[in-house]
């Protein structure tokens, strides 16, 4: 067992606040909040992070309430990331900060909504969900006086770009250098990513059982479910499917955790990282174990073949994709449909604007500006 890490343990390979590489725009100290806990608070107040109650990944908004939401989903990439930030003596502040920033740049309808602005974006410059955040922050969000997005630090920038194409990285100065180099992010970032992992495979699982749309039995195929259904059947019984179901859960959550946190911990034991730059030049520092890496990816490739391709939600998707292509058809062939505090931007950029207003829409907006401009009984 780990013993629970007291509050404020810092070690030296973590992201200190007071070493911060700065924000892009210089700013006043933001005391009495650390340099992270500022990030961390102007994503809480963005309307971004507000538009991720009504954005969704395999389930859309309203096939149910309890189903997960981009916003449920980044608070438990939020909660796993802090335990294990906390455990390993990492910035707890900037792990949550990633975590509750990392889908900011989502689209509606999940993974079908950025596929289809990517293939509607190829001729003018793709689309890409990580640098989609990234723009969230840097420059769509509108707020401050004295700037545009939310002046993020660095480390938090750095940590929200997950993933980038080394072209455009090219065109993104500090924050794209990595990709370039071949460098790894601050350990806050690369932890909060596998966060982001445990989060997503755990409540699949839930929601997938919630839906019907797969079994229990079924699931049993994936070794690491099995394994913890079996060891909560033999201790309880009795139980019924509800409590069975989130007991597993809870129990292959904390053995992913754990394991994470253990791999890391020897990695960084290896490599002797003395501060942020040398966990940057290491390779990458946090991970599983080569045993659970396999069953975490087996539980992935049940959930994609029998969730994610699950016809229901492949007949929710294809609606979704026309939905969407239809809009972004409609826009572009007619920028005088676009709302007028869009209409600026469309004169100069119009693929691009046209591609933010639609990354932005939560599903249910989608769904009602489709209606507003197809359905002639609807208000214009
Ligand atoms: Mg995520």
């Given amino acids: 067992m780990l013993d629970p890490a007291p509050v404020s343990s810092l070690a030296a390979y973590a992201a200190h606040a007071s070493l911060t590489r700065g924000r892009r725009h210089a700013e006043p100290a933001a005391t009495p909040r650390s340099e992270f806990q500022r990030d961390r608070d102007r994503i809480v107040h963005s309307t971004a992070f507000r538009r991720l ?38 910035n707890e502040d900037l792990a949550e900060t990633i975590a509750l920033a990392h889908d900011l740049g989502h689209t509606p309808f999940g993974h079908v909504g950025q596929d289809l602005l990517n293939e509607c974006m190829q001729e003018h410059g793709g689309f890409e969900h990580n640098l989609q955040s990234l723009r969230v922050v840097d420059e769509l969000e509108q707020k401050y006086a004295e700037f545009e997005g ?11 770009l997950k993933h980038c194409s080394v072209k455009n990285a090219q065109q993104l100065g500090d924050v794209g250098e990595r990709f370039v180099a071949g460098r790894q992010p601050s350990l806050e970032a690369q932890i909060t990513n596998l966060a982001d992992e445990i989060a997503y495979n755990n409540h699949d699982v839930d929601d997938g059982l919630r839906s019907g749309l797969i079994t229990l039995e079924q699931l049993r195929e994936a070794a690491i479910f099995a394994r913890h259904l079996d060891g909560v059947r033999r201790l309880y019984p009795d139980l019924n499917d509800r409590r069975l179901i989130h007991e597993t859960i809870r129990r292959m959550i904390n053995t992913l955790v754990t394991d994470l946190i253990e791999e890391t911990r020897r990695n960084i034991a290896l490599h002797r990282p003395d501060g942020i730059d040398a966990v940057r030049a290491c390779p990458p520092l946090a991970a599983f174990s080569a045993e659970i890496r396999e069953e975490s990816l087996a539980l992935k490739r049940f959930l994609f073949q029998n ?74």
Avoid: W
């Avoid at 309203?62 to 449920?72: A, I, K, P, Q, S």
């Fill in 307 to 380: 969730l994610y391709r699950h016809y229901r939600v492949v007949r929710m998707s294809e609606k979704a994709r026309r939905l969407l292509r239809e809009l972004f058809v409609a826009f572009t062939s007619n920028p005088r449909l676009l709302p007028p505090e869009h209409r600026e931007r469309a004169a100069s950029d119009l693929h691009r604007t046209v591609c933010d207003y639609i990354a932005g829409m939560t599903d249910r907006y989608a769904i009602r500006e489709h209606r507003r401009i197809f359905d002639i009984e609807e208000l214009a």
């Fill in 150 to 160: 939310l002046n993020l630090t660095f480390e938090a920038r750095e940590g929200i």
């Fill in 53 to 90: 109650e009504y954005k969704t990944q395999v389930f859309v908004n309203h096939e149910g309430d309890l189903f997960r939401t981009r916003l449920t989903h980044s608070l438990e990439v939020a909660q796993i990331g802090r335990t294990c930030a906390r455990s390993l003596g990492l």
